[in-house]
């Protein structure tokens, strides 16, 4: 019987005159004979939650031991010190003595828990930068992608398209994209990025082929049964696990529009899902409706559109603890259980060549920051992920002993495995609406500069190591439980553990080697890592000019605001322009339902008026004429048409591609 267990059913019994007497010895000599037994011979024992539950009962009963002694030494002093004068000393001796035996009166239930290692200094970069711009993360904040007065019910949830923008979602991907890349168009900018991963992964400065597979990976944790009706998989509306933050399908849409109608994938090349869990009605609907012949996975369903996903015999991670830390067991003791060292993963992981991980940016009870790494968690094969807890701080409702640096870190491993992080294409990371923990509602973020909005951003990195610490920044600054939140997840220590070890193998723990693949090839350096200097002016090493670290590339509401591509109410204009992307004429068609004049307007992303189209008046409604665009630099444009009608003035926009 589990030491735990045995003390469950001592302390139940109630009112016994025999436990009030007896009943702390027993279970001290027994948890002290327990606690020897099991660590003496394995000292990493110590960290075994058993051990941590017998650890409080073993030290109050020594404690006890030594308060009797120590009392009984001190009072025998005391007439000593009373003798020879020492008032002030007899009075310290007594003091301490009636203190001493109230130590062992300490309730079990309220040990502290510890801090942990604090954060290494800020802007002191490790590991090696990766990126077409090494070390770059472009951060997108626009507070028009998301609605304050969502509220997250039945009728206005944020995954709804009545509660995000995604017109400015589009807007966010397509700044960032080419932030990225430093490229002048869209197309260009996923070529540079398919040339850079190709090159990283051994296979040539190679683009992307016909045929060859992309997995979208998405989170949906909260689609576990009863969060779900079983006949068409809609959301349950009625209870405390519905809207919760996970990763807004108005981003998928996005990365989708870029890979359909940009680069060119077919849609029969390109699956989503989150292969441990559900495909939730409303993402299919949304999804399909606009791209029905991609591959929407689903872990048990193979109807209402959806394919189960396969479980693989031979793709396998091998976790580099090699059993030593990963045990079975439930979520609060799972190093109790028989060692853990491998796991199988979907054969999507197999058959995809590449992969484009779209967590959602949140705290974690367990973790402290869950994003892409942690994501990970629900691509293995098991029916739950509560054999990788071991291998976090674990932060949760038992006392954190993995909160110091050097310790075996789950997500290294997540990163670093071939199948998983080697083959992520991109790392773009939904934060329109971060929650507190993982199992929470979005929360409007109190400081500044989102003062009491949704965190309303978006981040892009080739880096996936840089990318991870700027969330941590993000998420260790918001969350510290001064903002409106009891939860400070991302403060306990050694958080950013699995970073440091990610970044530079030095950090790596005593006897551990990461090689998820146990082919004897360890892991190189996955990217750089560093804080950045202040929240205030959330400046890295490269920003700062003094070290090859990270780079954070702001792109501020301003820049959104000025841009010409906003969602226009009332608009019904019917509008198109071709060829796109656009070499020499452009030509713009449109139908405002109504007899009047057309003018246009033409911008640049950043917002800047290129040229104007005078105004046309409309036959029947319609009209179509054509601008000429050789003269444009290779880039991104809008088109922004103002039709004045009888029913009024109308408008709508339209982005081109000048190449």
């Known amino acids: 019987m589990k030491f735990k267990n045995f003390t469950q059913k001592i302390t139940s019994i109630k009112g016994s005159k025999l436990w009030s007497k007896t009943g702390f010895i027993i279970i001290g000599i027994a948890s002290t004979v327990w606690f020897l037994i099991r660590v003496i011979p394995k000292p990493s024992r110590a960290s075994y939650p058993c051990m941590r539950a017998a650890a409080p009962f073993m030290s109050s009963f020594v404690i006890y031991l030594i308060s009797l002694s120590g009392a009984a030494l001190l009072f025998k002093k005391f007439p000593k010190g009373f003798k020879s004068a020492q008032i002030t000393l007899t009075v310290l001796f007594f003091v301490i003595a009636l203190a001493i035996p109230g130590i062992s009166t300490i309730k079990n239930n309220q040990v502290e828990q510890s801090v942990g290692s604090p954060l290494e200094e800020a802007n002191s970069p490790m590991g090696i930068a990766k990126g077409i711009n090494p070390g770059r993360v472009v951060w997108a904040y626009n507070p028009d992608a998301t609605d304050k007065n969502c509220n997250n019910t039945s009728s206005y949830a944020y995954f709804m398209d009545s509660a995000t923008d995604q017109d400015q979602v589009d807007q966010m991907l397509d700044a960032t994209m080419l932030k990225i890349t430093s490229k002048s168009t869209i197309k260009d900018s996923w070529d540079a990025v398919f040339k850079y991963h190709n090159t990283e992964r051994g296979k040539g400065a190679i683009s992307y082929s016909a ?3 992309i997995f979208i990976k998405i989170n949906r944790t909260s689609s576990w049964g009863g969060n779900f009706k079983e006949s068409d998989l809609s959301r ?29 994938v077919a849609e029969d090349d390109i699956y989503i899902g989150d292969p441990m869990k559900h495909m939730y009605k409303d993402d299919y609907e949304k999804w399909h409706g606009e791209f029905p012949n991609v591959h929407y996975l689903d872990n048990t369903k193979s109807t209402l559109g959806r394919e189960k996903v396969v479980k693989s015999t031979t793709a396998v991670i091998d976790y580099s603890d090699r059993g030593e830390v990963l045990r079975t067991g439930d979520w609060n003791d799972a190093l109790d259980g028989s060692p853990i060292q491998t796991d199988n993963l979907y054969t999507i992981f197999e058959d995809m060549e590449y992969m484009i991980n779209i967590p959602a940016m949140k705290a974690h009870i367990r973790a402290g920051v869950t994003m892409f790494a942690k994501n990970h968690f629900g691509s293995h094969t098991r029916e739950s992920a509560k054999h990788l807890h071991a291998g976090l701080v674990e932060v949760g409702s038992v006392n ?25 294409l991109i790392f773009i990371m939904d934060a329109l609406y971060a929650s507190k923990h993982e199992n929470h509602k979005p929360d409007k973020w109190q400081k500044a500069p989102w003062n009491g909005d949704w965190s309303s951003s978006l981040f892009v990195s080739l880096d996936p190591v840089a990318i991870e610490s700027v969330g941590f920044d993000f998420l260790y600054y918001e969350y510290d439980g001064t903002s409106g939140s009891e939860y400070a997840n991302p403060h306990y220590g050694a958080v950013d553990d699995y970073l440091h070890q990610a970044a530079d193998k030095v950090n790596w723990p005593t006897g551990i080697t990461y090689d998820p693949e146990n082919d004897g090839t360890e892991i190189e350096s996955l990217g750089v890592h560093e804080h950045w200097n202040n929240a205030t002016d959330m400046q890295y090493s490269r920003n700062l000019g003094t070290a090859d670290g990270i780079e954070l590339v702001k792109l501020s509401p301003d820049f959104f605001t000025s841009n010409p591509l906003l969602k226009l109410n ?22 405002i339902g109504y007899e009047g004049t057309v003018s246009a307007t033409i911008y640049s992303l950043e917002g800047r008026r290129i040229a104007s189209i005078d105004p046309v008046e409309t036959i029947n409604g319609t009209q179509e004429f054509s601008w000429n665009a050789a003269n444009l630099n290779n880039g991104l444009y809008f088109v922004n048409v ?11 926009t339209i982005k081109f591609e000048k190449q």
């Open 236 to 264: 349950v509306t009625t209870n405390g696990n519905y809207a919760m933050s996970e990763t807004s399908p108005q981003v998928v849409t996005s990365v989708l529009r870029h890979l359909v109608n940009i680069v060119g």
């Open 570 to 591: 009332n608009s019904t204009i019917e509008l198109k322009a071709y060829p796109n992307p656009v070499q020499n004429n452009l030509t713009l068609s449109f139908n």
């Open 642 to 652: 103002t039709a004045k009608t009888s029913n009024g003035t109308k408008q709508s």
């Open 400 to 424: 954190p002993l993995r909160n110091t640096y050097g310790l075996y870190r789950t997500q290294v491993d997540m990163m670093g495995h071939e199948l998983l992080g080697k083959k992520n």
């Open 211 to 213: 045929g060859e597979i």
